[in-house]
C-alpha cells in the first residue's frame, strides 16, 4: 500500500483511540484529540492519569478501548510505544499511526510482522486532518 492508501485505511475507522492523550492543550497528545473533534471523528482519550480530557472520558489502557476503535494515535515516547504496541496487536486493533517522535524500530517491525497498517514515516495527523487551534 501507498502512505496515501494507508492514512485512508487508518482514517475509515468508526472510532479512533489517542494513546499519550493529555490534559495540557499545548502537547501534541491533547492538540491531535481535538484534531479528531474539529473532524467530527468519534475519539477515546488514553490515559490512566486523567478521568475525562476535553470532555471526553479516559481509557485507563489500551485494553479498555471499545472494540469500535480500530485506529489508534501514539503520542508516547519511543519507549513507551515499544512496550505498548505488542498490547495493541494482542487487542486486535488493525491501524497504528505513530506521531512524529513516537516512533519506535522495534515497534514499527513488529507491526509489519503482524500485518497491521503502521504509519510511522513522519506523517503527521495535524497536517493531513488540518487541525487548527482555536
Known sequence: MTIQEQIKQFLAA?????VGASANRDKYG???LRCYQQNGR????????????????????????????????MITPPAVT?????????KGIQNIWMQPGAEHPDAV??????GVNVIADGS???VVLGYHDH
Open 42 to 73: 468519534t475519539v477515546i482519550p488514553v490515559n490512566p492519569n486523567e478521568t475525562a480530557i476535553e470532555g471526553i472520558p479516559c481509557a485507563a489502557t489500551v485494553n479498555d478501548l471499545s472494540a469500535d476503535v480500530t485506529s489508534i494515535s
Open 109 to 114: 517491525a513488529l507491526c509489519r510482522q503482524r
Open 14 to 18: 468508526p472510532a479512533f483511540g489517542v
Open 124 to 126: 503527521c495527523l495535524l
Open 82 to 90: 515499544a512496550k505498548l504496541v505488542p498490547l495493541v496487536i494482542e
Open 30 to 32: 491533547n492538540k491531535v
